[in-house]
């Protein structure tokens, strides 16, 4: 079982990886962004004591805690945002890389990271992330072959 300490490390350890994921991939962009989002959410459960073992249940747990109820609207978006990149499997549906800075992190993550170290009564020392270039392509939006 892990503490709000050892959270907040891999919270760092998985911001870090999101300036380095290729533009291409912004399904894994807003992917690590809400894993990111999963363990601030752990730190905050752990420092009251709570562990969830699943996503079920750390649903479950935020949805029951009132002072976590500004966290739980936006890492509920965050949670099916995630699902929606991975389990799709539609490109034409993905969060594109020029609306991921507004769409994912302005609205999602930058408010749970404030409200989590209000909450953990820590000092606030992440920046802004830094996107990698959308001047590379979006993925591909059909799979048949040229002739």
Not at 2 to 12: F, G, I, P, R, T
Not at 91 to 113: N, S
Request: proline share 6%.
């Amino acid at each position: 079982m892990a503490d709000v300490q050892a959270h907040l490390k891999q919270y760092w350890h998985n911001r870090a990886l999101v300036p380095a994921l290729p533009a291409t991939h912004n399904d894994w962009i807003v992917t690590v962004v809400f894993y990111c989002g999963v363990q601030l959410v752990d730190a905050v459960l752990a420092h009251g004591g709570l562990h969830p073992t699943s996503h079920q249940k750390r649903n479950e747990m935020i949805a029951n805690v009132r002072k976590l109820e500004f966290i739980a609207e936006r890492y509920d978006v965050l949670y099916q945002l995630a699902r929606k990149v991975r389990y799709l499997a539609d490109p034409a549906k993905w969060v594109p890389l020029a609306d991921v800075e507004q769409k994912v992190l302005r609205a999602y993550l930058y408010p749970i990271e404030h409200s989590a170290y209000k909450l953990l009564n820590l000092q606030e020392t992440h920046t802004l992330i830094k996107l990698p270039s959308a001047a590379l392509t979006e993925p591909p939006l059909s799979t048949e072959a040229s002739s």
